[in-house]
C-alpha cells in the first residue's frame, strides 16, 4: 500500500504571498492532520480533517487553513506568509477520525524569503 | 507550556547495547501515548504505543513502559542496531484531544558500531 505523499516536497516562498501544499493519505484512510516542524516549536498541530469537515483545530492564526476533498485529499493554505512560517509541514493519515495512531509523510519543507 | 518533555537531546550508544529513551508529561488527561522515529528528509514513522490501562508493550525489540504516578514513559531499545539511529519522538494524546498529537522535542540517538 502506497504511504501518504505529499506536494511539492520544496518550496521558496516571499513574504507576503500564500501558498497551497497538497497530501493524499493512505488508500482506505478518511482523517488527514497537518502538523508544523520547527527548530524552536517542535511539533506542532495544525488541524485535522475527516469527511470534508475539520474536526479539530490547533492553536494557529486564521491565515491558515485548509479542506478535504470527498477523496480524503487534502489541502493546506497560508495566506500573508510570514518568515516565521518557514517550516517543514507533515501531513499524517489515519483511518478514521479521533484515531490516534498517525502516519506520516515526508512533508514540505517551506522556506519563506 | 510544554506538556511532553523530552529532556535529553541527544543520546549515544554502542551497537548491541541497550538504548533507554525518556520523555515525561503534565497533562494527566492523556491517556495513549506513542513513540514515533524520524530519519533527515522524512516524515516521522510510527514505532510502538502504549494506552494507559497497561504499563508495558513490547514489539520486536522495543519495548515502552509506562508510570502514570509519575507521569513518565521510556522507550528501550535491545539490542541497538546502527540503523536504528534517528530522532525519536514521544507523542500523547487523550480522550479529550482525541487525533490532536501532542509531541516531545525528540532525542537524537546514535547508535555506533
Known amino acids: 500500500k502506497a504511504g501518504v505523499t505529499q506536494t511539492p516536497r520544496y518550496l521558496i516562498k516571499t513574504r507576503g504571498q500564500q501558498v497551497t501544499l497538497s497530501c493524499s493519505p493512505i488508500?482506505?484512510?478518511?482523517?488527514v492532520s497537518w502538523y508544523q516542524q520547527t527548530p524552536g516549536q517542535g511539533l506542532q498541530f495544525l488541524f485535522e480533517?475527516?469527511?470534508?469537515?475539520?474536526?479539530n483545530k490547533g492553536n494557529f492564526p486564521g491565515r491558515f487553513s485548509g479542506r478535504q476533498f470527498s477523496n480524503s485529499r487534502s489541502e493546506m493554505n497560508v495566506s500573508t506568509l510570514e518568515l516565521g512560517d518557514s517550516a517543514l509541514y507533515l501531513c499524517?493519515?489515519?483511518?478514521?477520525?479521533?484515531?490516534?495512531?498517525?502516519?506520516f509523510g515526508p512533508g514540505t519543507r517551506l522556506t519563506v524569503t | 507550556d510544554q506538556q511532553v518533555k523530552q529532556n535529553s537531546p541527544s543520546l549515544s550508544v554502542q551497537e548491541g547495547r541497550i538504548s533507554i529513551l525518556n520523555c515525561d508529561y503534565t497533562?494527566?488527561?492523556?491517556?495513549?501515548f506513542l513513540w514515533y522515529k524520524k530519519y533527515p528528509a522524512e516524515g516521522p514513522t510510527f514505532l510502538i504505543s502504549?494506552?494507559?490501562?497497561?504499563d508495558k508493550n513490547e514489539d520486536g525489540r522495543f519495548t515502552v513502559f509506562l508510570n502514570k504516578s509519575a507521569k513518565h514513559l521510556s522507550l528501550h531499545i535491545v539490542p541497538s542496531q546502527p540503523g536504528d539511529s534517528a530522532v525519536y519522538f514521544c507523542?500523547?494524546?487523550?480522550?479529550?484531544?482525541?487525533?490532536?498529537?501532542?509531541f516531545g522535542e525528540g532525542t537524537q540517538l546514535t547508535v555506533n558500531p
Open positions: 499524517a493519515s489515519s483511518q478514521r477520525t479521533q484515531s490516534y495512531e498517525q502516519y
Open positions: 488508500s482506505g484512510h478518511r482523517s
Open positions: 480533517y475527516f469527511s470534508e469537515t475539520q474536526r
Open positions: 497533562n494527566s488527561m492523556f491517556d495513549y
Open positions: 502504549i494506552s494507559s490501562i497497561k
Open positions: 507523542a500523547a494524546s487523550g480522550e479529550t484531544s482525541g487525533s490532536r498529537l501532542t
